[in-house]
């Protein structure tokens, strides 16, 4: 009976938390943190134990409720669902690990507030991976959404502006699905999402459901800042709280990246998707080319390491994107296996930032000064994240680049396959900007203790052991990438199919 | 030109969404003033919600309260029954757009404690961009 029931004590046991936590925080706020992390726990490895059971016996579905699937709301978890529950459930974990000693800092007293929102978020982002309704879909992505301009609204300096215009672009997002949606529900009058797409194959070709097609896809693009649509997502990164974007900046994108596999593979098909309206696809792996191309070169302009780490977020999303829309199978394993590399890495980079701003006050470049004497631990789990992100060979970033460069020769995209040669050349000046300033620069200033021998000086163990954690997870995950793709990623995009 | 003008008429309830929603992305695209922007949004919103509410009419269709015995038995006819199903799901897309105003709302105090304006020109031009 228990085992029966793992997806819903997942989804369930941040949401409750969410409101022990509002209660008691108010007077034992020492008490948050670990409350917070506790209820992750529990969804980690409830997922854990989902994705291995469904590996093993194949897909299920949970009816909340109990009303049987084309009525009521069902939760469906295959393999390719199963493993974003794992990813969000894991990075939420870690995440939560560091935001604990950073918004002690940050935001003295207000913690209770702060776990309230961040586990509502988590607990809506966990159940947008399972949905299999229409319109349930809609209700996760705006309960994250809201949460989000809250978390993101607490931050300094321009964090509310950045906030109030991520409260306008991403409504329009949200609004555009719900509008594809409300065709979708016209022509097939259901909402569940195989009805769906058992229902529209005999309705291919009509102007009304390109449309619904269009609408969902501009409003999804719109929420995971596809190229020319990134406008809210540098500022919003950026001036959030460092407990709140260590969570939002590996999730929020990668989540609606899964999303609109969904809505490509599960609402509509493959044969839609990518033969139906022939031009479409060539289309869009050109803006992605694109957008990988114009986001790196926005990258290199920065002179801060999180504003400069949100553009190769939109570069990222280019490279997602692209892989999806190859239409191939290379093309599509990178871009799952891409979902996961990229959820890793920008976690790293960012409890990096996180680590950086703690004893720094700001993550400008000259803050790297002198750092690999200071803070060793933290940059040699920074070096781990960049290589990676670069696409050094051991680490998981080359292998899922290696796929996603395999899927564009062999759909024959050369743009697409420059352009991710071009971002990873752009992501190696970069780094190896900061790497440098952090080890060659500074000497005269800092780190001159007792007979020249270096000042330790690095962040607290709360922010150190997850950054340790994700850069070793990093070469984990690279090593066993033949294994990840092998039993997990290749039966999830059959069941796809 | 005649037979436009006859699809128009026939279909005046998705025109007029139509219709809101583009001056609601407008006010949202257009507008520097950040209460302005705000009101589009809920113009925006409003559109959408009017869009389902009117997939779901029929012609002289009642309410959708039915006889649970007599529609198990087939005896209720589907075309005198208005199909309550987008209502119910706008109800919560109503709370949703309530939500987001209120949140919208409380960020813009903020902003306005913090910059003491909430025109986007001058907002920016106090941060020096």
């Known amino acids: ?69 084309p009525w ?55 159940a947008l991976t399972v ?89 999804m693009w719109v929420k995971m ?40 593979f599960t609402i509509f098909s493959p044969e839609y998707t990518f033969f139906q309206h022939a031009g479409v696809q060539h289309l869009i792996v050109w803006a992605s080319a694109l957008a990988i191309i114009v986001a790196s070169s926005l990258a290199l302009a920065q002179t801060e390491f999180k504003k400069m780490l949100t553009y190769i977020i939109v570069a990222e999303v280019g490279y997602m994107v692209g892989g999806v829309w190859l239409a191939n199978e290379p093309g599509m394993t990178g871009a799952v296996l891409h979902i996961v590399n990229d ?22 470049f000259e803050d790297f000064r002198g750092l690999y004497r200071t803070m060793p631990l933290t940059m040699a789990a920074f070096t781990v994240g960049a290589f990676s992100m670069i696409g050094v060979p051991p680490t998981a970033g080359f292998f899922s680049k290696w796929y996603l460069i395999l899927g564009g020769i062999e759909a024959g995209q050369w743009a697409y396959v ?3 040669v071009f971002s990873s050349l752009v992501n190696a000046v970069l780094f190896f900007r900061i790497i440098e300033i952090a080890f060659f620069n500074g000497e005269d200033e800092h780190g001159h203790g007792h007979h020249g021998a270096p000042l330790r000086h690095e962040a607290p163990g709360a922010l150190v052991q997850p950054l340790v954690l994700t850069a070793v997870a990093l070469i984990v995950v690279g090593l066993a990438s033949g294994v990840l793709v092998d039993s997990i990623i290749r039966p999830a995009l059959q069941w796809l199919q | 030109m005649e037979g436009l003008l006859g699809e128009i008429v026939a279909k005046y309830n998705y025109w007029i969404y139509v219709v809101l929603m583009m001056i609601g992305f407008y006010a949202m695209i257009g507008k520097r003033n950040l209460v302005k922007k705000l009101i589009g ?63 919208a709302l409380a960020v813009m105090q903020r902003i306005h404690r913090e910059h003491g304006t909430l025109e986007e020109d001058e907002i920016l031009e106090k941060i020096g961009r």
């Open chain 1, 1 to 69: 009976m228990i085992s029966g029931n793992f997806l819903a004590y997942a989804i369930a046991a941040p949401l409750v938390m969410a409101f022990v936590v509002n209660l008691v925080g108010r007077a034992r706020g020492y008490l948050v943190a670990p409350l917070a992390l506790l209820s992750l726990g529990v969804s980690t490895l409830c997922s854990l134990l989902l994705l291995a059971r469904v590996l093993r016996e194949g897909p299920e579905s949970y009816t909340m409720g109990g009303w049987q699937p």
């Open chain 1, 72 to 126: 009521g709301i069902e939760l469906v978890v295959d393999p390719l669902s199963g493993l974003m529950l794992v990813l969000v459930a894991a990075i939420a974990l870690i995440a939560t690990w560091s935001a604990g000693a950073s918004v002690r800092q940050e935001m003295e007293g207000r913690e209770h507030v702060f776990f309230t929102l961040y586990l509502i978020l988590v607990s809506g982002l966990l």
């Open chain 1, 131 to 219: 949905t299999g309704d229409a319109f349930n879909l809609y209700v996760m992505l705006e309960i994250t959404a809201i949460t989000t301009y809250g978390l993101i609204a607490m931050g300094r300096e321009r964090a509310a502006l950045a906030s109030f215009n991520y409260i306008i672009m991403g409504t329009i997002g949200a609004c555009f699905y719900l509008l594809g949606v409300g065709y979708l529900y016209i022509l097939t009058g259901s909402l569940n999402m195989a009805d769906i797409g058992r229902i529209l194959p005999e309705l291919y070709g009509g102007a009304a459901v390109a449309t619904a097609f269009a609408f969902m896809l501009v409003g």
């Open chain 1, 225 to 264: 800042a596809f190229f020319p649509l990134h406008g809210w997502l540098p500022n919003a990164y950026t001036y959030a709280p460092s407990g709140t974007s260590v969570l939002i900046a590996p999730l929020m994108t990668k989540v609606s990246v899964y999303l609109m596999i969904r809505i490509m």
């Open chain 1, 343 to 364: 959820a890793l890495m920008t976690l790293c980079l960012f409890l990096a930032a996180s680590a950086v701003v703690f004893r720094q006050g700001s993550c400008r």
């Open chain 1, 418 to 420: 420059a352009a991710l």
């Open chain 2, 41 to 103: 949004m809920n113009i925006f919103q409003t559109a959408i919600i009017l869009f389902f509410v009117s997939t779901g009419v029929k012609r002289d269709a009642g309410l959708a309260i039915v006889d649970k015995e007599l529609a198990l038995a087939g005896a209720i006819d589907v075309a005198t029954v208005v199909n309550p199903l987008p209502h119910v799901l706008m109800l919560t897309a109503i709370v949703v757009g309530v939500s987001v105003t209120g949140v």
